[in-house]
């Protein structure tokens, strides 16, 4: 099993930052990428960027791209997303989960963290 934990969200206002952090713990050997995903009230869960654990390949929704960064620390086996210049319609439930790299699928997921922004 593998537990994620994700902080970090909160209120904020149209062009501020918020850095989110999802800490994995439990039989992480079997996690080689973390992805955030979000979902909006009333929309379908989308994917926001991902990352492994091993290596530097990250990737990221077109949303995502120069606003939002995907890191990780791997001494403490936690990833973050950096969210900056954030806009009303980033208003969502974060959440990150895991997959080995032999799956498509996110088998592992953490609980979500509110992200608001306001106008």
């Known amino acids: 099993q593998v537990q994620l934990v994700e902080s970090g969200g909160g209120l904020v206002q149209a062009g501020g930052s918020l850095r989110l952090s999802c800490a994995a713990s439990?039989?992480?050997?079997?996690?080689?990428?973390m992805g955030w995903f979000r979902q909006a009230p009333g929309k379908e869960r989308e994917f926001v960027a991902s990352?492994?654990?091993?290596?530097?390949?990250?990737y990221y929704a077109d949303f995502a791209k120069g606003r939002f960064t995907i890191s990780r620390d791997n001494a403490k086996t936690t990833v973050y997303l950096q969210l900056n210049s954030l806009k009303p319609e980033d208003t969502a439930i974060y959440y990150c989960?895991?997959?080995?790299?032999?799956?498509?699928?996110?088998?592992?997921w953490g609980q979500g963290t509110q992200v608001t922004v306001s106008s």
């Open positions: 989960a895991t997959r080995s790299s032999t799956s498509n699928e996110y088998r592992y």
């Open positions: 439990g039989r992480t050997f079997n996690t080689d990428v």
């Open positions: 990352i492994r654990w091993s290596g530097i390949n990250t």
